[in-house]
């Protein structure tokens, strides 16, 4: 009824920025960020069986940055920007749950499954239940230790030189370039497992090793602006992405042999070496080439048309193919703008695009994306909005004949009649769906299991599936805001996101969780001008969430919180 994989860390989260002489020709700017998450959190492996872990998590980021702007002519200004980014990962795991022991009262765990029996010879998985704690049967599987450490270490130095500037008349331009060199380290991997797995007759293993990684990436944008005329105007946007990513691997596995806890592991075998050196390349280019005319004084149409151009090269020594993997892009854009009346504006957007390759079955090689938004303002104090979204995607090759698509429709309002009160109310409803095609291992067969046509590439015994996913979501909120008198502001609302999907079930175990399930929020925030420049603030937020639906062998999930936020602001 619990999860073993409990979640209790604590993050601890500093920033600081400064930013020197603002509005001189030539500015300064430096700032640190630091984020700290660490506390007790529940794991598992699988030996044979589950153990449970004791994960104690300690993983910390740290971001400094400097930069300087400098305002070299009229209306231009160009920036460098220096980021390191340092992260550390001593996250380790131990041996948690040793809740039995043997006969010679060694603490010993035959793990957490509760649905499948421990496999033993010999004897019952309990030898003795009147002994405190009971007494296992040692040719179980089962675990006497186990612990994993990985210490992390990687770095990301990025510098950055950009640009904008609007000082060549009817041209407005833009662009920066973006370099990083990153180092990615684990200089020390360590995994030890005592205990027994009977079904590879496994007493012991020590698997030590390291790893290391560099990470090689240039980006560049560019786009520029040009107003023909007061109607007409032509833009033009470039980017490019550029990395390179090799890695280094190596494993070092020495077994032990046996079948019973309460003898000693027999003899190390020799020891199992595997060296891996992978790489990881992506080239991506796109330009999108748009023009705009401002038809009338109310009504506006753009037309666009995008090309891009993505090469992924893969190396996997030596126990994988190497290939480069190109995808070209062509797509249409079209967009209108209108405002019937002064006070209502409409503007929609229609994509279509087509791919002639696809990295992944679920990438598409044709989409449809229409777009339409519009807005109403009956009194300058208020408003009332409405959105409608769909994005369309399909991949027709063979065996993996997959569609998806995502539909929103939002609906919202907001008034605000003077500075003393005012409120907002939202609606959306979202349609997120996709299908493919895909093989899949089971058993038991899930009732009405199709086999695998010959010939698709999946092996024997394996079962055809189609990805089926369908999650329709609602969201609602509304929101009050009230203020007596000038030093004193309130606000109260409340935010609910309901789902009510479904899943193509392939596992008898399989819970529908987060597809049927409530998300609640209410909220109260208070804010009081103290004195001149200083400012007081409280916030309420509670987090109220709960699945439903048919639960299978575990309860559905449900958590809630309340978090509580008091702030002083000074301004001078």
Not at 144 to 150: G, I, P
């Amino acid at each position: 009824n619990n999860s073993p994989h409990y979640f209790n860390t604590v993050r601890r989260m500093l920033d600081l920025n400064l930013t020197l002489l603002p509005i001189s020709k030539v500015s300064f700017r430096a700032g640190y960020s630091g984020n700290i998450m660490q506390g007790p959190t529940g794991s598992s492996v699988h030996f044979g069986t589950e153990a449970l872990l004791l994960q104690n998590w300690r993983n910390s980021t740290d971001t400094w940055l400097g930069g300087v702007d400098w305002k070299a002519l009229p209306k231009t200004r160009v920036s460098f920007d220096e980021t390191i980014v340092h992260y550390k990962g001593d996250t380790n795991w131990q041996l948690a749950g040793l809740n039995l022991q043997l006969a010679d009262g060694t603490p010993v765990s035959l793990g957490f499954d509760n649905v499948t029996v421990p496999k033993c010879t010999g004897g019952p998985a309990i030898l003795d239940s009147t002994t405190t704690p009971a007494t296992a049967n040692p040719t179980c599987n089962g675990y006497l230790q186990y612990q994993r450490y990985s210490p992390t270490r990687s770095i990301f130095p990025t510098e950055a030189l950009s640009f904008q500037s609007s000082y060549i008349k009817n041209v407005q331009m833009n662009g920066d370039i973006r370099y990083t060199g990153a180092n990615m380290n684990l200089p020390n991997f360590q995994e030890y497992f005592n205990g027994n797995a009977s079904r590879t007759h496994l007493r012991a293993s020590t698997i030590t090793g390291h790893s290391n990684a560099k990470r090689i990436a240039v980006t560049a944008d560019y786009g520029i602006t040009w107003q023909i005329s007061k109607k007409i105007s032509i833009s033009d946007q470039y980017n490019f992405w550029d990395f390179r990513q090799p890695g280094f691997n190596t494993l070092s596995e020495v077994d032990q042999a046996g079948s019973n806890m309460l003898l000693p592991p027999g003899a190390p075998g020799a020891p199992t070496v595997s060296a891996t050196n992978t790489y990881l390349a992506q080239k991506t280019q796109i330009n999108t080439l748009t023009g705009f005319w401002q038809v009338a004084s109310w009504a506006s149409v753009s037309l666009g048309y995008r090309y891009s151009a993505r090469d992924i090269d893969r190396v996997q020594e030596p126990d994988g193919p190497a290939y480069t993997l190109p995808i070209h892009e062509n797509t249409m854009l079209l967009g209108v703008d209108v405002r019937p009346v002064p006070k209502w504006k409409v503007n929609g957007t229609i994509e279509t695009g087509w791919y002639d390759n696809a990295y992944t079955q679920i990438s598409p090689r044709a989409l449809q994306h229409y777009n339409v938004r519009t807005s109403y303002k009956p009194k300058d104090w208020a408003m009332v909005t409405a959105a409608y979204n769909d994005l369309e995607r399909q991949n027709d090759a063979a065996n993996v004949n997959h569609k998806d698509h995502n539909r929103m429709l939002a609906l919202g309002a907001s008034a605000n009649p003077n500075m003393h009160y005012g409120f907002d109310v939202a609606y959306g409803h979202v349609d997120a769906f996709s299908q493919t095609g895909l093989c899949y291992l089971a058993t038991p067969a899930p009732t009405g299991a199709v086999p695998v046509p010959p010939g698709t590439g999946c092996g024997t015994n394996v079962y055809l599936g189609t990805g089926y996913y369908n999650a329709p979501t609602q969201y609602g909120s509304f929101g009050v805001t009230v203020n007596p008198v000038q030093k004193l502001s309130t606000s109260v609302g409340y935010r609910i996101n309901d789902v009510s999907g479904s899943i193509e079930t392939l596992n008898p175990r399989q819970v529908p969780g987060s597809l049927d399930s409530t998300y609640q929020s209410p909220y109260v925030n208070v804010a009081w001008t103290m004195i001149r420049g200083w400012s007081a603030k409280a916030d309420w937020n509670y987090y109220g969430y709960g699945e439903g639906g048919p639960i299978g062998p575990t309860s559905s999930r449900a958590f809630h919180g309340n978090i509580y936020t008091l702030a002083v602001h000074h301004a001078f």
